[in-house]
């Protein structure tokens, strides 16, 4: 599925960009957040609440597999991941109007893994907060999001998903791009079936522009980074192909 079919299919994430970028909105922000925000948006870029997304990149389900997946991403509202793994095994993960749901079939008949509810819907909006990285320009103070600076090379984001209050630090390089990214998220990482707030984040490798927008486009991601669990929790690398911002 290309992103746009997907796009076509999820109307109610769809949001248009509030004007465009300027240096000028970075006054009073903290030297590291500015340092960030400049190398992430061009000036001129719409400042886009939504992009269209492509990857590829390897799942750790049991084992590692292949894929290739497609996304519409408007991080304070929600997102829908479509892709297929090991060739025959496709579905979705979502978070829209409130609500979040995982669907995945084989060969598009056997559902193999379903999940929705509560739980999973606090979980999916904190995904959406985790993959802001890849739509800079929703991260502008302008969209609600309050900065800080921790250090000269560690900065924090705080802005609320629905009702959830979402706190996200990243680490730096010396250029500005995001090194790594971490944070609390509701989840149930062992599948014990007690869910709670557990380390969630990740490392970059690799930064590339996109109509404008210098986003982290390698890396890795899963539960416990930043502790000695980190190994066991990494469960998704990735690689983003195409990155367009609505409208396109």
């Known amino acids: 599925m290309t992103p746009a079919e997907l796009a076509a299919s999820c109307g109610s994430l769809l949001t248009a960009p509030d004007g465009n970028f300027t240096g000028a909105e970075l006054e009073g922000l903290p030297d590291a957040v500015q340092r960030y925000f400049q190398r992430a948006i061009e000036p001129g870029t719409p400042r886009a609440r939504t992009a269209l997304i492509r990857m590829s990149g390897r799942l750790r389900i049991g084992r590692w597999l ?21 060739g025959i095994i496709s579905g979705s993960d979502r978070y829209v109007d409130g609500v979040g749901e995982l669907e995945w079939k084989l060969v598009g008949l056997v559902r193999v893994m379903h999940a929705s509810g509560g739980d999973v819907s606090r979980s999916t909006a904190a995904r959406a907060a985790a993959e802001a ?5 929703s991260l502008l103070p302008r969209f609600g999001v309050e900065w800080a600076a921790l250090d000269a090379d560690h900065i924090e984001a705080r802005y609320a998903i629905d009702d959830q209050p979402m706190h996200v630090r990243y680490e730096l390089t010396d250029e500005g791009h995001i090194r790594s990214v971490v944070f609390d998220r509701w989840g149930d990482p062992d599948s014990t079936g007690r869910w709670g707030r557990w380390p969630f984040g990740g490392e970059f490798t690799s930064h590339a522009t996109f109509n404008g ?35 396109g």
Do not use: K
Request: hydrophobic content about 40%.
């Open 66 to 86: 292949p894929f290739r997946g497609s996304e519409v991403l408007t991080p304070h509202r929600g997102f829908v991941w479509w892709a297929r793994t090991a």
């Open 133 to 137: 990285v890849w739509l800079p320009t």
């Open 213 to 247: 927008v210098t986003v982290p486009d390698e890396g890795r991601l899963g539960w416990h980074y930043g502790t000695d669990r980190w190994a066991d929790g990494e469960f998704f690398r990735y690689r983003i192909t195409d990155l367009s911002l609505h409208p």
